[in-house]
């Protein structure tokens, strides 16, 4: 897996992204701190701001095979993102996505970037699928992946998106 890939976006803001580590648990407690009710709701579903010392176990104690996460970092090495993926039980080659940007770094290209990264980590070990749920109001995560899907996809079509009946937007994106 590779170690670490920097994302310059200005000469005084660069982030380093690279596998998360057992020793992220701060960071990522820090980073859900830094981010507005609204961000903490897309990506829980609630307002929640104390992970647990299970989730942040959870979290951060993975194996990159079937649970691939990384983080972003910024040159100030204060966290602002992070991206996982963790295999279905059921469809091996299957696996739900969530993804956090603290708010300040939002719309840099960075969750984009640890999207690539993400999917290409995935893909090595035999997953081609992503799927998830998102509030339907979330149209930057929309955004996102027909972003992914204009930029990697040779076929059109290998993102769906499906409309649930409790105000979500559930999705399968093909990553090969
Ligand atoms: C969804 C999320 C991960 C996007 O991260 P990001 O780093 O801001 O995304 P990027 O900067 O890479 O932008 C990707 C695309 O999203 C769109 N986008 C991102 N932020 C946007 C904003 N504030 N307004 C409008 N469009 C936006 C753009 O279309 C962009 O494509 P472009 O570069 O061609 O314009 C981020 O908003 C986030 O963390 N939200 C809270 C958690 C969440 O919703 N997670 C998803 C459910 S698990």
Redesign the pocket.
């Known amino acids: 897996m590779q170690n670490s890939i920097t994302l310059l976006i200005m000469d005084n803001l660069s982030f380093s992204i690279r596998p998360i580590r057992p020793d992220d648990k701060d960071s990522l407690q820090l980073a859900l701190n830094q981010?507005t009710s609204q961000?903490r709701r897309?990506?829980f579903f609630s307002g929640r701001i104390l992970l647990s010392a299970q989730e942040l176990a959870y979290f951060t104690e993975v194996d990159q095979v079937n649970h691939i996460a990384f983080v972003a970092i910024t040159n100030e090495l204060l966290p602002a993102?992070s991206i996982r993926c963790v295999r279905s039980p059921d469809r091996a080659n299957y696996a739900e996505?969530?993804?956090?940007?603290v708010?300040k770094?939002?719309?840099?290209?960075?969750?984009?970037?640890?999207?690539q990264i993400l999917a290409t980590a995935a893909i090595a070990q035999n997953i081609n699928y992503f799927f998830?749920d998102?509030q339907n109001s979330?149209?930057?995560?929309l955004?996102?992946l027909e972003?992914y899907n204009r930029s990697h996809l040779q076929e059109k079509g290998q993102l769906v998106v499906r409309h649930t009946s409790d105000g979500f937007l559930s999705f399968e994106i093909s990553l090969t």
Do not use: E, P, V, W
Not at 97 to 101: F, K, N
Not at 138 to 141: A, G, I, L, R, S
């Open positions: 981010m961000s897309s990506r993102g996505l969530a993804i956090t940007i708010d770094y939002h719309h840099l290209g960075l969750g984009f970037r640890m999207f998830g998102f979330n149209t930057q995560m955004k996102l972003k």
